[in-house]
């Protein structure tokens, strides 16, 4: 590794930041929607769906800030697509920088990014009636887990920038991801989907971070579901820098 690349990795990281305040449309964007859907199936669907709580917001949040965390992964893998084909990465290799400098400052932007997006969330449901009986070492472990979620998606979302022959392509990647939580324990407990919908939604990894973040904003006991989670997000996030790695170095 070069004995530089920390440095490196800081100064990819400043220039896609600068690229992000310069266009603040990019953070506004991904928020408006899940801030819109919180306050749809809070105002309006809330007094209508059974989720076991007084307050619905509380039970909503956690799978809003996953839909806003898959959001924005969109956006790295569009700026990552558009570097490929400006020649951005050429240009950089030509310089004397780690070569996989500008790619991991993609990744962290992408984690400061959404880390900003979950706090403009959170603020919102705060002022909707969010409340959290929460200690620091449960919103620590809660942030722990978004960052792990941000990261394994950054690095799927990685695969498309790297990949994709169009801006359509790289943008449409994120539908699914976005759409994920929908079928999932986000919304409704999942004992009232029929048994299909069920099985599917309590065995795919939405349903585990949800209910772990969930159970940590509320002081409950989280079992197993923690474990579950990070077990999801570490396995994708392995899986997804692997295969992301090898698209780099063919491409670059």
């Known amino acids: 590794m070069n004995k530089y690349f920390f440095s490196d990795m800081g100064v990819m990281l400043g220039r896609s930041m600068r690229h992000i305040f310069r266009s603040m449309d990019t953070i506004i964007t991904v928020t408006i929607m899940p801030i819109m859907f919180m306050l749809l199936f809070v105002y309006v669907f809330g007094g209508a769906i059974q989720s076991g709580t007084d307050h619905y917001v509380d039970y909503l949040l956690p799978g809003i800030l996953l839909i806003a965390i898959a959001s924005g992964i969109s956006y790295t893998a569009y700026r990552l697509f558009m570097d490929m084909q400006r020649g951005i990465f050429e240009r950089f290799h030509s310089m004397p920088i780690a070569r996989s400098a500008a790619l991991w400052g993609h990744v962290l932007t992408s984690l400061v ?33 978004l960052a792990l979620f ?30 994920l939580p929908f079928i999932s324990s986000a919304f409704v407990p999942t004992a009232s989907m029929p048994g299909p919908v069920r099985a599917f939604a309590e065995n795919q990894p939405v349903t585990s971070i949800v209910d772990a973040i969930r159970s940590l904003l509320a002081g409950q006991p989280v079992g197993n579901n923690i474990w579950i989670a990070l077990a999801w997000c570490v396995g994708v996030t392995l899986v997804a820098y692997v295969f992301a790695m090898r698209a780099y170095k063919k491409q670059v």
């Open 113 to 145: 990014s959404n880390a900003i997006s979950v706090l403009v969330i959170i603020l919102i449901a705060l002022i909707m009636g969010f409340r959290s009986s929460a200690g620091i070492l449960s919103w620590l472990a809660v942030a722990g887990i």
């Open 150 to 179: 941000t990261l394994a998606l950054t690095w799927i979302a990685a695969i498309a920038g790297l990949t994709a022959t169009s801006v359509d392509g790289v943008s449409a990647f994120s539908y699914p991801l976005i759409f």
